[in-house]
């Protein structure tokens, strides 16, 4: 079992940033891409990024060019660097693991989520 406990959130004004972690539990053996979704308040929970072992990155549209995933293999963590935050950003986000298949991810564990708020 992987546990993954994600922190960074926060509140800010519209075009300020965020860096959200996620630290990931010792035994990470079982997973190869790990990446973030969200979920705003009324809405289904919605994917955001990922990054597989190998370093490929995938961003939802909305979000190219203002956030960026990345991972620090020595600290078991995971990283999600949030600029120009807009209002429809506001969400609880979750930090997810799981097998890459070679074109997506088969998410398996879930963090608990961190609450980003951006205000206008």
């Known amino acids: 079992q992987v546990q993954l406990v994600e922190t960074g959130g926060g509140s800010v004004q519209a075009g300020g940033s965020l860096r959200l972690s996620c630290a990931a539990s010792?035994?990470?053996?079982?997973?190869?891409?790990t990446g973030w979704f969200r979920q705003a308040p009324g809405k289904e929970r919605e994917f955001v990024s990922l990054?597989?072992?190998?370093?490929?990155?995938y961003y939802k549209e909305s979000v190219k060019g203002r956030f960026s995933i990345s991972k620090d293999n020595g600290k078991n963590t995971l990283y999600l660097q949030m600029n120009s935050l807009k209002p429809e950003d506001i969400a609880m986000y979750y930090c997810?693991?799981?097998?890459?298949?070679?074109?997506?991810?088969?998410?398996?564990?879930w963090g608990q989520g961190t609450q980003v708020i951006v205000s206008s």
């Open positions: 990054i597989s072992d190998d370093g490929y990155t």
């Open positions: 997810a693991a799981g097998l890459w298949r070679g074109t997506s991810c088969e998410w398996k564990y």
């Open positions: 010792d035994n990470t053996r079982d997973t190869t891409c």
